[in-house]
C-alpha cells in the first residue's frame, strides 16, 4: 500500500512558474515509477510525466521543454517543476505510483490544483 499528498499547487500568472511535491509511504519508493497526471474541467485526466525508478522521464507532447519531473529516494518525494506557464495548463495535478507495465492499477494521490490566470 502506498499513499500520495501532493502539494505546491495555486493560482499563478502565465509565464509564471510553480513546483509540485509529492510525498510517499512506505520503504518502497525506489521501487515504483512515478507520474504526474492532470484533469481539467469537463475533460478526462490525462497523462503529464513519469519517472521510472532508475531515472527515465517521458513527458506528453504539450509539456515538453517546459516541465521537468524529478525524484528524491531519500525523501520519498517526485516533483513537477512547471515552468513558462499556459492558461491550458490549469488542472487538478494528481501524482500516482505504479509497479506495473500501465497506468491502470496505480495508487492515486487526492491532487492538488493548479490555476493560471491569462
Known amino acids: 500500500q502506498v499513499q500520495l499528498v501532493e502539494s505546491g499547487g495555486g493560482l499563478v500568472q502565465a509565464g509564471g512558474s510553480l513546483r509540485l511535491s509529492c510525498a510517499a509511504s512506505g520503504r518502497t519508493f525506489s521501487t515504483y515509477t512515478m507520474g504526474w497526471f492532470r484533469q481539467a474541467p469537463g475533460k478526462e485526466r490525462e497523462f503529464v510525466a513519469q519517472i521510472s525508478w532508475s531515472g527515465s522521464t517521458y513527458y506528453t507532447d504539450s509539456v515538453k521543454g517546459r516541465f521537468t519531473i524529478s525524484r528524491d529516494n531519500a525523501k520519498n518525494t517526485v516533483y513537477l517543476q512547471m515552468n513558462s506557464l499556459k492558461p491550458e495548463d490549469t488542472a487538478v495535478y494528481y501524482c500516482?505510483?505504479?509497479?506495473?507495465?500501465?497506468?491502470?492499477?496505480?495508487?492515486w494521490g487526492q491532487g492538488t490544483q493548479v490555476t493560471v490566470s491569462s
Open positions: 500516482a505510483a505504479r509497479r506495473g507495465a500501465g497506468w491502470g492499477e496505480a495508487y
